[in-house]
């Protein structure tokens, strides 16, 4: 199946410093999600959106559906401790009931 | 709230047994999915089900198979569990794909397997 690119693979940042992190595929998506996976847990839903050039925020964490419809960006403003962990981007196929998923960024927050 | 409920949080086998992972979710989703998820190589799908009965193949189905008796329930079967399907396992669901906003998976805390 098809893997979407993502950047950076991981970052250690200290606490209250922002993050970006960017998501680009070589085909065009019509949605793209934002997951954030907890250690030894599944992943949870943080952003979904639907329209290119779209900006949605939640909390602390904004996403951008890129104009392109090829890309995605999630920022996380003021990071905390709670942060950790791994961020996924994620698109359906055009085809049928298939998701592709991004290699994820690991995020490590120093307090 | 969506819940997709995995019946395991860690199993251990031993090469060669039989090994089933279940998956409930209670939102009277069409769609369940198994994954499974490696350091390195990401999720990728092992197979899907879009109704009860209905399955479909995904990246990886050799060495595994699904059952789909009732909606709310997907079952992953292990044949002849081998040292190489160690994994972590998720399950997910979601809504037919019609409309955009139902292109969504909600995920299981998921199943970390150990086959010895």
């Known amino acids: 199946g098809q893997q979407l690119n993502q950047s950076p693979q991981s970052m250690f940042i200290q606490e209250g410093e922002d993050v970006s992190m960017n998501c680009t595929s070589s085909s065009i998506f019509n949605t793209w999600l934002w997951y954030k996976q907890d250690p030894g847990e599944g992943p949870v839903l943080l952003i979904a959106?639907?329209?290119?050039?779209e900006l949605t925020s939640n909390g602390r964490l904004t996403a951008q559906f890129g104009i392109t419809r090829k890309d995605s960006f999630l920022n996380i403003s003021a990071s905390i401790p709670s942060d950790v962990g791994i961020y996924f981007c994620?698109?359906?196929?055009?085809?049928?009931?298939?998701?592709?998923f991004g290699t994820g960024t690991s995020l490590t927050v120093i307090p | 709230d969506v819940k997709v409920t995995q019946s395991s949080r860690y199993l251990v086998k031993r090469t060669g047994e039989k090994v089933f992972l279940e998956c409930v979710q209670d939102m009277d989703h069409e769609n369940m999915f198994w994954y499974r998820q490696d350091p390195g190589l990401g999720l990728r799908l092992i197979y899907f089900s879009y109704d009860v009965k209905m399955k479909e193949k995904g990246d990886i189905p050799e060495g595994y198979s699904v059952s789909r008796e009732k909606k709310e329930r997907f079952s992953l079967i292990l044949e002849s569990a081998s040292t190489n399907q160690t994994s972590m396992y998720l399950c997910a669901s979601s809504r037919p794909w019609e409309i955009p906003t139902n292109e969504k998976l909600f995920f299981g805390s998921g199943t970390q397997l150990s086959v010895l």
């Open positions: 994620a698109g359906p196929s055009n085809t049928g009931n298939q998701f592709y």
């Open positions: 959106l639907y329209k290119a050039g």
